[in-house]
């Protein structure tokens, strides 16, 4: 076989593991239950922890989970800075791995540990997921915490999802219920001449 051959072969492989499914945060309106499947929602804020010379909230771009079982990865992307994130996935645990801040042109990732589970034919709330973020400086954190509020998700469910309100909830809230993870600058940086990240 030719070298560079098997290294494209090779390159294709590690991408295709290694890539997660990438779907929106919130299924239609009109969603009814798939087969099989269960219903996750949780209502994400996004805050910052203290002044910002920055002119630019910083909102949740997207979360990575993995299936525990399978390692199948999933990233939803979030389209707004308070928003509900609301999935059918395959029963079974799930972690969260990954967050993506963004702050208007500048990006950070940051590595964290949530666990759950999805349950099959329900709606599995996973409460209110507050994301509090560092103002910039050399060593960013977040501070991630999970409450619950059943009320909150019912009257989200029966607002904007008629047909799945009908199904029965669960309130499931990940693990652990508060963690700080260190947040990392991530590409692409802005093109601006004098680019610093820790403006």
């Not at 909230?57 to 990865?73: I, N, V």
């Not at 939803?76 to 029963?91: F, K």
């Not at 349950?119 to 973020?133: E, F, K, T």
């Amino acid at each position: 076989m030719n070298v560079r051959v098997g290294i494209a072969m090779f390159v294709s492989v590690l991408a295709l593991v290694g890539c997660a499914e990438s779907m929106p945060s919130r299924l239609p309106a009109a969603t009814t239950q798939p087969t099989g499947s269960g219903i996750v929602i949780a209502h994400i804020q996004t805050l910052l922890l203290g002044p910002s010379p920055r002119a630019y909230a910083p909102r949740l771009e997207f979360l990575e989970l993995e299936q525990a079982e399978t390692k199948r990865r999933v990233r939803a992307d979030v389209m707004d800075d308070e928003s509900w994130l609301v999935l059918a996935l395959e029963p079974g645990p799930y972690r969260v791995t990954r967050l993506r801040i963004q702050e208007g042109p500048y990006a950070a990732m940051a590595d964290v540990d949530l666990a759950f589970a999805v349950a099959p034919h329900r709606v599995s709330d996973l409460g209110i997921w507050r994301i509090g973020v560092d103002p910039p400086q050399v060593q960013r954190t977040i501070l991630l915490s999970v409450t619950a509020n059943p009320n909150d998700g019912m009257e989200f469910l029966s607002r904007e999802y008629p047909t799945l309100a009908a199904l029965p909830n669960t309130a499931e809230l990940p693990t652990p219920v508060m963690q700080e993870a260190r947040l990392y600058e991530a590409s692409p940086y802005p093109l601006v001449r004098y680019f610093r990240r820790h403006w």
